[in-house]
């Protein structure tokens, strides 16, 4: 039996760096993505159907790529950012770039939730669209949006743990490691009840968050 | 205050035209309450919604208060809109913010300072009886409170001009007249001109100084409610009331039947009484309806006269004389 303790929490906090990190930018550059979506399409409020058109083909092919092959096409990006391809900090640039189609989906969702009737009221008291979205789309939207975060990053945690093929390390590393390639279960028992602690911890925050933001 | 001159709005639907407004001319003379009376389809909430440029007019002019809003540019067409609050059938309130946030939202929008917004969110829901409702959500507010809120959103910046698309048709009749009475009396307390757009003839009746009727995108007829209510033959008078023919049984086979139309001071004197004391005739009322409308009493009498024809003929007369215009319904 080896020395579980440090190694466990080794990779739990390489998981919860690498989680944490993906998590934050993606939502820096989901937001935008979300909101650009709903705003350029027909009848939005900055209508550029060329530039809606390509967004959405773009989304849709992060979207439609597995992680595993994601992870080795973004390659170079990685290098261009992160200076090399291999590790930790290497993993969260394919962990975003999977991760932001699917935050631009849930946002662009969660504003359609949003009645027009509100949009166009805001826009008959002399709103600017920048108002509009931030103070109707976005303010509005707040319950669905903190449902859709946590909805990320438990597919963000889902994705981390194949980060191990690019020595990104972390829970799910572990558990492949030492429970697939040396069948010692415990590990990877020990690793999947951490995991699913998390995914919970997460899923009771947001619902909890979004239930403090909803007045319906 | 408000003058449209040509709207013609043309929506295009996969390829098909549909004319919404074609060639509508109107004037809202400052201060009035001016009613849009229509059916659903006849394109009046196009017709407000271009008044707002939230929908572009496909040509036309729309004209508030001296400027031409169809020029304004954007920023311009930002500053003229905060002096436009608009109401909804809806109501469209802001979920997310509480009362006061909401009545709050155009002041923040026009940049004012928190101190004086918070001065005249209190000030606006005094002014519509929601001043214990300030932290409330929409929410946990009933039709008419929410309606209020909706009111004193509008309100808020200090407009001149308060649109309100079918604002009382999610209400209750109750509800209903407590609304119209509050715009009412923001019409008077504040100045306002208000146009209000409904398919109610209750609204039109309750608080509209003057009116136009709406069919298929062109304005049919247009004018002071009561003067159209007193002119015979009027689009107005005929949408006012049933036929007399579905409301009223014959009980003198041989009576002359007659409508009478009282508006306004003629309304107020003993008339009836007075014809049958002066001619040799008797009168019998079969139908009637007196009400209030826009401050003024007005009535629609159906009478039958008997006696001999040339005492009929010279009651006729006088009742004509006192502008009650009566219109004789022919046997049949
Ligand atoms: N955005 C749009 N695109 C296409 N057609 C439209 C649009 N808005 C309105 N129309 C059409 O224009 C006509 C007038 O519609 P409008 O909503 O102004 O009627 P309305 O008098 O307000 O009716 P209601 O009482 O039902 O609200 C209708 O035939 C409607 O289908
Ligand atoms: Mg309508």
Redesign the pocket.
Known sequence: MVNLGPMMAKATWETLYMVGAAAFFTLLLGLPLGVLLVITARGGLWEKPGLNRVLGVLVNIGRSTPFVILMVAVTPLTRAIVGSSIGTTAAIVPLVVAAVPFMGRVVEQALHEVSPGLVEAALAMGSTNWQVVTKVLLAEARPSLVRGTALMLVNVVGYSAMAGAIGGGGLGDVAVKWGYARYEMDVMYVSLVILVVMVQVMQWIGDSLANRFTHK | MIELKGLT?I???NGQE?V??SDVSLHVPRGQIFGIL??????????I?CVNLL?RPTAGEVWVDGREITRLSPRELRAARQEMGMIF?QFNLFDARTVFGNVAYPLEVAGWPRQRIWERVEELLALVGLSDKADAYPAQLSGGQKQRVGIARALAPGPKVLLS??ATSALDPDTTRSVLALLREINQRLGLTILL?T?QMEVVKQVCDSVAI?EG?TVVEQGGVLELIGRPGSRLRELFYEPVGDVAVRIHPEGVRVVLFFVGASADQPLISAMVRRFQVDANIVHGAVERIAGATVGRLLVELTGRPEDIQAALRFLEEQGVSPEVIPHG
Do not use: P, Y
């Open positions: 709005k929506f295009k639907q549909i919404a407004l229509g059916q659903s389809g006849a394109g009046k909430s196009t017709l919604r929908e059938q698309d079918e757009i398919h709406l995108g």
